[in-house]
């Protein structure tokens, strides 16, 4: 996520997104290998990837995938919040 913010703060929209994109691959990944009480918190993670690549899709006027990644932001939102550890 950093690296991704560096070259989106750098105007590198390209190289942000590419680094996004091989994050969100692996989100499901991340999720189920988390401990119970760290699972939220990687959800909210995966709903940052999705806004950023929203931001980004916004700037490109890419409205079909500032819609997608907005939904999945706020997938994983709803997910983050409705977590019960006991599940």
């Known amino acids: 996520m950093d690296l991704a913010r ?8 390209e190289d942000s997104e590419e680094v996004l994109l091989n994050a969100t691959e ?11 009480d760290r699972k ?9 990837l999705h806004n950023r690549l929203a931001r980004i899709y916004e700037k490109d006027e890419n409205g079909k995938l500032v819609e ?10 709803k997910q983050a919040f409705t977590y019960d550890e006991g599940e």
């Open 26 to 36: 692996l989100t499901e990944f991340v999720i189920r290998r988390s401990p119970d």
């Open 6 to 13: 560096f070259y989106y703060d750098q105007g590198r929209l």
């Open 68 to 77: 997608k990644h907005t939904e999945l932001e706020n997938e994983y939102l």
């Open 40 to 48: 939220p918190i990687t959800m909210i993670e995966a709903a940052l």
